[in-house]
């Protein structure tokens, strides 16, 4: 729910900067590592978000992987599942990014 | 009415980082060394704190903030060892987060140790940096010994991990044994196994706190 506030708090004040009737869509990109559900994150939005000009605002989400690397052998990981923290060699792996959460860009009705 | 499409490229997490930055460079400049201590509801951050002040209060001057959803139940028990405390109500907010410790820790400035006791919660709090030197993640048996391979965001994150309550963990069916191989297949960090009320790994506790101040150079401020 925090994230969906930070997230409206966010468009809502973009979109009245450009005097905006209605935000038709919103465009983000989270790291994979945040661990968030989707799902959730658009049913929080839209349980906060209503009667403001965002509440039929489409939330479209892409997720940034994480870079993983091996601390033992050095093998890349260029995604992680629940399970991939140790690698084949025994190694832990070290990740990188996959932590952000940014709007990236809305389309409005002005 | 048209449409129109603006770019953003907002950083939502920016405030939080950019507060942590901040928090961090007052704490280094005042020479203070921060743990944030991270852990399950029950697992044993309060009483570790306590224990904590009376093993070590007379050689360092330890400062506490204590977050809780409410009330002040935790803040209370620690601030009657008679050391600097603050307490933190989060509301509904799961975690602290920098902005909620900015403006306190300037009332910490004279410490050598800041002890940041954390909401009960193994998941929010992992996103939000403090500005702390260490994060120290405290479970115990009673959670069940699947406990740290279900939450391995937290623990791959830890500086130390405690596995706390261990001399009940044949009363409650737990394989210590299975928690550290889990622990360790996420994380390199120190594990303690830990019972504070038996006293088990209390002195592996106290070695890492003094190596952590010394670390940062403290010792000597008090």
């Known amino acids: ?110 | 009415m048209h449409r129109i499409e603006i770019e953003a490229e907002v950083d939502l997490l920016a405030l939080n980082k950019k507060l942590a930055r901040e928090n961090r460079e007052f704490f280094r400049e005042n020479g203070i060394t921060v743990f944030n201590i991270m852990g399950a509801i029950g697992s044993g951050k309060t009483l570790l704190i306590e224990k904590t002040v009376e093993a070590l209060g007379s050689q360092l001057k330890i400062g506490a903030i204590l977050g809780d959803v409410v009330c002040n139940a935790d803040y209370e028990r620690v601030a009657k060892l008679g050391i600097r405390a603050d307490a933190i109500n989060t509301g509904k907010e799961c975690h602290l987060d920098a902005h909620l410790l900015h403006n306190r820790i300037k009332n910490f400035a004279d410490m050598d140790l800041l002890l940041i006791e954390n909401v009960g919660n193994l998941i929010c709090p992992v996103d939000f940096d403090l500005g702390e030197d260490y994060r120290i993640v405290m479970v115990s048996v009673t959670e069940g010994d699947d406990v740290i391979g279900k939450h391995p965001e937290i623990f791959r994150l830890a500086d130390l991990i405690i596995i706390n309550k261990v001399a009940l963990a044949g009363a409650v069916g737990a394989d210590v044994d299975k928690m550290v191989e889990d622990a360790r297949s996420l994380s390199n960090a120190e594990i303690i196994k830990m019972d504070l009320k038996e006293g088990i790994g209390f002195d592996e506790w106290l070695n890492f706190v003094r190596r952590a101040v010394n670390v940062s150079g403290n010792s000597g401020k008090s």
């Open chain 1, 1 to 110: 729910m925090g994230y969906a506030e930070a997230l409206l708090q966010h468009a809502l004040k973009l979109a009245e900067e450009k005097g905006a009737k209605e935000i038709k869509k919103i465009r983000i990109a989270i790291g994979e590592l945040l661990l968030i559900n989707p799902e959730q994150l658009k049913f929080c939005f839209s349980a906060i978000a209503s009667n403001t000009i965002a509440e039929n605002a489409e939330l479209e989400i892409e997720f940034l992987k994480a870079e993983g690397k091996c601390i033992t052998c050095g093998k890349v990981f260029d995604s992680i599942d629940s399970t991939t923290y140790i690698c084949n060699c025994g190694g832990l792996i070290e990740f990188k990014g996959g932590k952000d959460f940014i709007l990236k860009s809305l389309s409005l009705e002005v």
